[in-house]
């Protein structure tokens, strides 16, 4: 008579979302030590001395709106403001580290960093030297920079962009074909 014993098995429970995260393996090689290069360098360019430029007539109208949230004024939407979140995550930088211009341009100065990791997640698409080579030219756009350390929308609607394409196509890779995603896309 023969008896069946289980093996252990070294799967996580899926719900164990948290082992599963401190359970990743990272290898350090030289992809490894050239993105926390490229990272560092996004650091440093984009916050250093992030409050010596003095404030553009816009820069002072989005501080100054997010300002009033953050002391309790409230916000109301004007169609010239662009939009709620930019007076949000200002207000947030007030709250945590206080009203000054840098702390106006935090929000901004985290977006780029942030949009330098972007390729990262476009290795599949782009390999391995083209996603180094796109955080690397996103590290020392002057472009870029600039707009990552102004307190205006558009490093945000960049990196909206960027996740909203790198969710498109996660999601095309995913389903299929994903021919149901590109009509409207493309429409008028």
Known sequence: M????????????????LDRLLSIE?????????????????????????????MHHDESLHATYSYYLYHGT?????PLMHGPVLFHLTALMYFLFG???????????FAGTAL???????????GRWGALAASALLVFSPAI????????????????????FIGVGATS??????????PPAVSR
């Open 145 to 164: 920079l600039y707009y990552s350390r102004f307190i205006r929308e558009d490093i945000f609607v960049a990196l909206w962009t960027v996740g909203l």
């Open 173 to 182: 890779r995913r389903v299929g074909s994903a021919g149901y995603i590109w």
């Open 26 to 54: 990272v290898s350090i090689n030289a992809e490894v030590i050239a993105y926390a290069a490229l990272f560092a360098a996004a650091l440093v360019l984009h916050f250093w001395d992030l409050g010596a430029r003095a």
């Open 74 to 78: 409230g916000y109301k939407h004007d």
């Open 99 to 109: 009203v000054t211009d840098a702390t106006a341009r935090l929000s901004a100065a």
């Open 2 to 17: 023969s008896s069946i014993t289980a093996e252990p098995t070294t799967t996580l429970d899926p719900r164990r979302w």
């Open 116 to 126: 330098v990791l972007t390729p990262l997640l476009l290795r599949r698409w782009l």
